[in-house]
């Protein structure tokens, strides 16, 4: 394989394999637009979160609980909560971040995100290594990230449907939609069996915010490591 | 027009997620996470959105089940996360103007 670690010619390959990707995110930001504006988010705090978080499924999760004054220690806990997935992310790509540097290292980074990441795992067992690719990836991805959910909200303050429009269940549709991805095999019967639980006993008694969220993964990620562990050491 | 509680809330969602997109690359090269550690990780997103879904559909009524079927059946099915979204949605609106 070739030895650059970052090129230009990476950059191109990778904005040119995220299109397809970019375009079957579009309606996700869409919705986070659509969201946002119904919360009262301006059109400029609106794209300054999918600029600076750049993560959907966090910012569906914090806008739905949004409240005015914003709930900045909720939203922030259900960021992190939501993301700590990404962290699994960078150790991963190893191979093609050990090789870079300064911006080239740091931009990676920043801009990693679920399908970018996907697309390189993929394409790295095809030999690719080079980090101008992921890159692209994450640049194009960005970019029309912003871009829809600008639009999105635009579209919510044109047509300001109410708050119980089915268009809302979009945002309840993303979530479901990646459980089926997520599901590893039966192994998640009794953690996800506890989270449901939880998440239904805390949502009746905690204040309103993500509490119930974060309790229910808390609850049933221990409960999945504990039995997972427990059964490699007898 | 950006609001000051608003702008605060934000930069805590863009801090948070940052620490987990750069840190964990970081902490990862500098510890071995425990073998407990590591399979927690690899629960959290599954029970998390379960967590959320759980009392939405909960306290939801038939648009929301018909929806969350529909949404389940289609990635199932396509293996499309964006096309279930839709069809969902589009059910959920079905179900919501047969009322």
Known sequence: MSAAPFTFAGVMRGAQRSIAIALGLAPFGLVVGVLAASKGLSLTETGLMSALVFAGASQILALDLWTHPAPVLAASIAAFAVNLRMALMGPALTPWLERLAGWRLWANLALLVDQGFALAIAESRKGERDGGFLFGVSLVLWLSWITCSVIGHLLGVAFHPPRDHPLFFAALAAFVSLLVPLWRGRKEALPWLIAALVALLVARIAPPGAWHVVAAALAGSLVGAWRETRRMTP | ?99
């Not at chain 2, 987990?20 to 970081?26: A, D, L, Q, S, V």
């Not at chain 2, 293996?79 to 179900?95: K, P, V």
């Open chain 2, 1 to 99: 027009m950006i609001e000051t509680s608003n702008l605060v809330a934000i930069l805590g969602m863009a801090v948070a997620t940052l620490a987990c997109r750069i840190g964990g690359y970081f902490l990862f090269r500098a510890f071995r996470p425990t073998p407990f550690l590591r399979a927690m990780l690899g629960y959290v997103p599954g029970t998390l959105f379960v967590g959320y879904v759980a009392p939405a559909l909960a306290a939801g009524g038939i648009k929301e089940w018909v929806g969350a079927a529909a949404t389940l059946l289609t990635v199932r099915l396509s293996g499309n996360i964006a096309l279930g979204i839709a069809a969902g949605t589009a059910s959920a609106w079905l179900a919501w103007l047969m009322r």
